[in-house]
Nanobody, 124 residues
Framework: QVQLVESGGDSVQPGGSLRLSCAGS????????IAWFRQAPGKSREGVSC????????DYTDSVSGRFTISRDNAKNTVYLQMNSLKPEDTAVYYC?????????????????WGKGTLVTVSS
């Protein structure tokens, strides 16, 4: 049974940093595109970042480019999202998700399995 478990969400001040983790079980994350999405209160869910299952190339939405970094640790079967220079508008529930098309490039529309999310709050 596939499971994605997010952790690392917390409450931080503007300018702070957090690292989110997405631990996989029942699936080898290295073989698949893994994405981070977020959903802020009253807003629709948006794709934030993705790491390809084909060549581990990465993608970021414009609002986080240069501040967030997505990476894998294959030995731990975990994907991370390092978030620096956090802003109040980054406040959201962050979800890890997988497109279960093996060795494929990032495609936010192809996501077919989600974790339960972790809350990030950025406030002074």
């Amino acid at each position: 049974q596939v499971q994605l478990v997010e952790s690392g969400g917390d409450s931080v001040q503007p300018g702070g940093s957090l690292r989110l983790s997405c631990a996989g079980s029942g699936i080898t994350l290295d073989y698949y595109p893994i994405a981070w999405f977020r959903q802020a209160p009253g807003k629709s869910r948006e794709g934030v970042s993705c790491i390809s299952g084909r060549d581990s190339s990465t993608d970021y939405t414009d609002s986080v480019s240069g501040r967030f970094t997505i990476s894998r640790d294959n030995a731990k079967n975990t994907v991370y999202l390092q978030m620096n220079s956090l802003k109040p508008e980054d406040t959201a529930v962050y979800y890890c998700a997988v497109d279960r098309t093996m060795f494929s490039a990032c495609n936010y529309d192809g996501i077919d399995y989600w974790g339960k999310g972790t809350l990030v709050t950025v406030s002074s």
